[in-house]
């Protein structure tokens, strides 16, 4: 009797057991998880904080609309503290213990390049949203940032015709975003009958640029290509100004922060890119109501850098809903199917490598250090 009622009583144990089990799934079974990394803090943390906040904005809207699959999705987030160790330890957290479906990345390419291990092995998708040198590819990776072809391309023939723009003189950081580049731009200069009269590389970390600019002064081009970034930038673009050097300057990777950090220096820089805050449009200004209103009038304002995880979260949730389920196969299918249109207009994925197609403006720096959109280029593909 006994024996039977102890049988009794582990049956009833057990069935606790899994009903707890069940109820703990049916829990975790309404959201859907996906995770951003990005610089909050280290050398690239001006960016990562506004990359955090327009993916939440994004999430939020997502959910707001039904969300995913008639789920809400959860954001999770994690820090790279701008080291390529640790934006591989945090991949491995979010795709490996909390089960990510998805994982967008904003940050540089050697943390991206530190990761594709541990995201490959995860067989999950990956969205690397920033502007990048282009020319990676991988079965469930994606590029939703502006690569060189689609800032190069159709921007150069309309600054050499409208400034005059036929000598060339490249500063860039020496790493591979600017060589690309400059390969780009080389070829574009010389198809519309420009030339490259210098060509100038420097470490990132460069605060000293008085050798290249007496370079560029013995040189005397009309416009010059800013392929330096960060601080770097910041350091050349003050010291062109402090030498009384008055040329064209033309930019790529400049978010409008730093603009403002280049102080009067900047006046006048053209910099061709998929996003601008200044840009006049309904969607954008909607967009930034709906950013102010979430984050505060003391929040990082949006760039084309920083705001780049918006638009794909939000494909990816497309996706995901025109497949009707999770699995990475028939996401990928119907990835290249779905536009989105937000602030920067409308985006889509290209199905054979995975780039976006993007809106491209040329934008000019005022007086007051703001960007001023002065030609619009449409849609233009990767």
């Given at each position: 009797?006994?024996k039977?009622f102890?049988?009794?009583v582990?049956?009833?144990f057990?069935?606790?057991?899994?009903?707890?089990?069940q109820?703990?799934?049916a829990?975790?079974?309404?959201?859907i998880?996906?995770?951003?990394?990005?610089?909050l803090?280290?050398?690239?943390?001006?960016?990562g904080?506004?990359?955090?906040?327009?993916a939440?904005?994004?999430?939020?809207e997502?959910?707001?609309?039904?969300?995913?699959?008639?789920?809400?999705?959860e954001?999770?987030?994690g820090?790279?503290?701008?080291?390529?160790?640790?934006?591989?330890d945090q991949?491995k957290?979010?795709?490996?213990?909390?089960?990510a479906?998805?994982l967008?990345?904003?940050s540089?390419s050697?943390?991206?390049?530190?990761?594709?291990?541990t995201?490959?092995?995860s067989?999950?998708?990956?969205?690397?949203?920033?502007?990048?040198?282009?020319?990676s590819?991988?079965?469930?990776?994606y590029?939703?940032?502006?690569v060189?072809?689609?800032?190069i391309?159709?921007?150069?023939?309309?600054i050499?015709?409208?400034?005059?723009?036929?000598?060339w003189f490249?500063?860039?950081?020496?790493?591979?975003?600017?060589?690309?580049?400059?390969?780009?731009?080389k070829?574009?200069v010389?198809?519309?009958?420009?030339e490259i009269?210098?060509e100038?590389y420097?470490p990132?970390g460069?605060?000293?640029?008085?050798t290249i600019i007496?370079n560029?002064?013995?040189?005397?081009p009309?416009?010059?290509?800013?392929?330096v970034?960060?601080?770097d930038?910041?350091?050349?673009v003050?010291?062109?100004?402090?030498m009384g050097?008055?040329?064209?300057?033309f930019?790529?990777?400049?978010?409008e922060d730093?603009i403002?950090a280049?102080g009067k220096?900047?006046v006048?820089?053209l910099?061709a890119?998929?996003y601008?805050?200044n840009?006049?449009?309904?969607?954008n200004?909607?967009?930034?109501k709906?950013y102010?209103?979430?984050f505060?009038?003391d929040?990082?304002?949006?760039?084309?850098v920083?705001?780049?995880?918006?638009?794909?979260?939000?494909i990816?949730?497309?996706?995901?809903?025109?497949?009707g389920?999770?699995?990475?196969?028939?996401v990928n299918?119907?990835?290249?199917?779905?536009?989105?249109?937000?602030?920067?207009?409308?985006?889509?994925?290209?199905g054979e490598?995975?780039?976006?197609?993007l809106?491209?403006?040329?934008g000019e720096?005022?007086?007051?250090?703001?960007?001023?959109?002065?030609?619009?280029?449409?849609?233009?593909?990767?």
């Amino acid at each position: 009797m006994k024996k039977i009622f102890a049988i009794l009583v582990m049956i009833v144990f057990v069935g606790v057991l899994v009903a707890c089990n069940q109820t703990s799934g049916a829990s975790n079974d309404n959201t859907i998880k996906i995770g951003i990394i990005a610089d909050l803090s280290g050398s690239g943390s001006t960016l990562g904080p506004g990359a955090v906040n327009a993916a939440e904005l994004a999430v939020e809207e997502i959910n707001a609309g039904g969300g995913v699959l008639g789920k809400e999705v959860e954001l999770i987030t994690g820090d790279s503290a701008s080291d390529a160790k640790t934006a591989n330890d945090q991949a491995k957290t979010i795709l490996n213990k909390n089960k990510a479906d998805a994982l967008f990345l904003m940050s540089n390419s050697a943390n991206r390049e530190a990761m594709m291990s541990t995201v490959e092995k995860s067989n999950k998708l990956f969205f690397y949203t920033p502007i990048y040198e282009g020319g990676s590819y991988g079965d469930n990776m994606y590029f939703s940032g502006e690569v060189p072809s689609q800032q190069i391309e159709p921007v150069i023939p309309h600054i050499m015709e409208t400034y005059e723009a036929k000598k060339w003189f490249i500063v860039g950081n020496d790493y591979v975003w600017a060589r690309k580049t400059s390969e780009i731009l080389k070829g574009a200069v010389e198809g519309n009958g420009g030339e490259i009269v210098g060509e100038e590389y420097v470490p990132m970390g460069t605060s000293d640029f008085s050798t290249i600019i007496s370079n560029i002064q013995s040189a005397d081009p009309d416009f010059i290509s800013v392929e330096v970034v960060g601080a770097d930038a910041i350091s050349f673009v003050k010291q062109l100004e402090s030498m009384g050097l008055d040329k064209g300057l033309f930019a790529y990777n400049v978010d409008e922060d730093s603009i403002k950090a280049m102080g009067k220096g900047a006046v006048g820089m053209l910099e061709a890119a998929s996003y601008f805050y200044n840009l006049d449009t309904e969607a954008n200004k909607e967009y930034l109501k709906n950013y102010t209103e979430k984050f505060g009038e003391d929040a990082v304002r949006p760039n084309f850098v920083s705001n780049s995880p918006y638009e794909p979260i939000h494909i990816w949730a497309k996706a995901v809903n025109e497949a009707g389920n999770l699995e990475v196969k028939e996401v990928n299918e119907a990835l290249p199917t779905v536009t989105f249109s937000g602030p920067k207009g409308e985006v889509s994925f290209d199905g054979e490598g995975h780039h976006a197609s993007l809106p491209i403006f040329l934008g000019e720096v005022g007086d007051d250090l703001e960007v001023t959109i002065v030609k619009e280029f449409g849609i233009i593909e990767p």
